[in-house]
């Protein structure tokens, strides 16, 4: 990560105030990550595939990624100018959305996802998000939806409806997440916001696809809910050590002051959350005064054993950017350059060594597979 980025992700902290996630009665078993065994081996990489290059962008080392049956579909993070979408080989199959103001062209994005034969965005317009839906198979822009509510992070569900999360700034809206119609009318508000009006959002996914269910979380929380029919549930409660955030840290209202106490303190952020029937994949950060940590949190569902991979963020870029899960593999992202830093180090098979041997500096980032089965 570089040195901008962590300052942006420390600084970023001071959009909170006091307030706490809705749960229901149902509790689980808290899952103590200072408790998880740390894994001695590393994941092993069974598989890589490289993606083509496109003349129009350089696809850097912090990016948006989805997979799905139709592909991989990746941007840049910051400064984007198109979504890049490639088979499952690792053909560049073209930009399937490209950031402009031209006619077809989206202006910027939050978020996309792939639903379907979709590919839909998320653009803040004012007070209202725009749903860009783009065709998979053809590259073309479908429709819009106007939705008429606040938020940074959404999921479409199956039958037309929309969730859409806010996070914790009041100003946003009175209603951490929300429900919408496939018109666009908000038809339910979840998650009470009693969070200070006067502070800004922690711009993060927050809803993840589990297995068969949505999940829902705070940045900086430590607990997981899942969106149930009537109400909140819920589904894991992770405890985060000595980075958990004291709860008179939350009764803190000016923002500098409360910025000073989390970084002295320390926090701790569920960055991305992966479930199916057998696995939880939890992406944990953990950051205070002159320290980071990323621990990667395995559960096995089946069987209940756990474990936990440490990631060097400066010397493991392989490990850095995880973003599905697929069987029993882990899904990672993999920035090019870094990458060729590190080929001898990797735990991985000869013949996949060779096969990265064939990169170059200008070359677009690697799909890495990750095996999560011992």
Same mark, same amino acid.
């Given at each position: 990560m570089t040195v901008l980025k962590r300052v942006l992700v420390i600084f970023s902290v001071v959009?909170?105030?006091?307030?706490?996630?809705?749960?229901?009665?149902?509790?689980?078993?808290?899952?103590?990550?200072?408790?998880?065994?740390?894994?001695?081996?590393?994941?092993?990489?069974?598989?890589?595939?490289?993606?083509? @290059?496109?003349?129009?962008?350089?696809?850097?080392?912090?990016?948006?990624?989805?997979?799905?049956?139709?592909?991989?579909?990746?941007?840049?993070?910051g400064g984007a100018k198109a979504i890049h979408h490639f088979s499952l080989d690792g053909e560049h199959l073209g930009r399937i959305v490209e950031i402009g103001d031209a006619p077809g062209q989206i202006p910027r994005f939050d978020e996309f996802r792939v639903k379907e034969d979709s590919l839909i965005l998320m653009t803040g317009i004012g007070e209202k998000e725009m749903l860009s839906f783009f065709s998979v198979t053809d590259h073309q822009m479908v429709k819009q939806i106007y939705v008429e509510a606040s938020g940074f992070s959404f999921y479409p569900n199956t039958d037309g409806t929309f969730w859409l999360y806010s996070g914790f700034n009041r100003a946003v809206g009175d209603y951490r997440l929300r429900l919408a119609s496939p018109e666009g009318k908000v038809v339910s508000n979840w998650m009470i916001n009693d969070f200070n009006e006067e502070l800004i959002p922690f711009q993060e996914q927050s809803i993840f696809e589990g297995d068969g269910r949505l999940l829902v979380r705070d940045p900086l929380f430590p607990i997981v809910n899942m969106i149930g029919k009537d109400s909140l549930e819920l589904a894991y409660q992770f405890d985060f050590g000595t980075f958990t955030i004291p709860d008179e840290t939350w009764e803190i209202e000016d923002p500098m002051q409360w910025f000073?106490?989390?970084?002295?303190?320390?926090?701790?952020?569920?960055?991305?959350?992966? /479930?199916?029937?057998?696995?939880?994949?939890?992406?944990?950060?953990?950051?205070?005064?002159?320290?980071?940590?990323?621990?990667?949190?395995?559960?096995?569902?089946?069987?209940?054993?756990?474990?936990?991979?440490?990631?060097?963020?400066?010397? /493991?870029?392989?490990?850095? @950017?995880?973003?599905?899960? /697929?069987?029993?593999?882990?899904?990672?992202?993999?920035?090019?350059?870094?990458?060729?830093?590190?080929?001898?180090?990797?735990?991985?098979?000869?013949?996949?060594?060779?096969?990265?041997?064939?990169?170059? /500096?200008?070359?677009n980032p690697v799909i890495l597979y990750g095996r999560l089965e011992k």
């Open positions: 959009a909170f105030s006091c307030g706490s996630p809705e749960t229901s009665s149902k509790v689980p078993k808290i899952i103590s990550l200072e408790d998880v065994p740390v894994q001695e081996t590393k994941l092993l990489i069974d598989k890589a595939v490289l993606l083509g @290059s496109d003349s129009l962008e350089f696809l850097g080392s912090e990016l948006r990624t989805v997979s799905s049956r139709h592909g991989f579909f990746v941007s840049n993070y000073q106490r989390i970084n002295q303190n320390g926090f701790g952020d569920l960055v991305n959350l992966f /479930e199916s029937k057998e696995y939880l994949v939890a992406d944990v950060v953990f950051q205070r005064e002159g320290e980071r940590q990323r621990k990667i949190y395995v559960l096995n569902r089946e069987i209940g054993s756990e474990r936990i991979y440490p990631v060097d963020e400066e010397m /493991e870029p392989q490990y850095y @950017s995880p973003f599905g899960l /697929e069987n029993n593999h882990l899904l990672f992202i993999a920035y090019a350059p870094a990458l060729l830093e590190v080929i001898d180090q990797l735990e991985t098979s000869p013949e996949i060594k060779s096969q990265l041997r064939s990169l170059k /500096e200008e070359s």
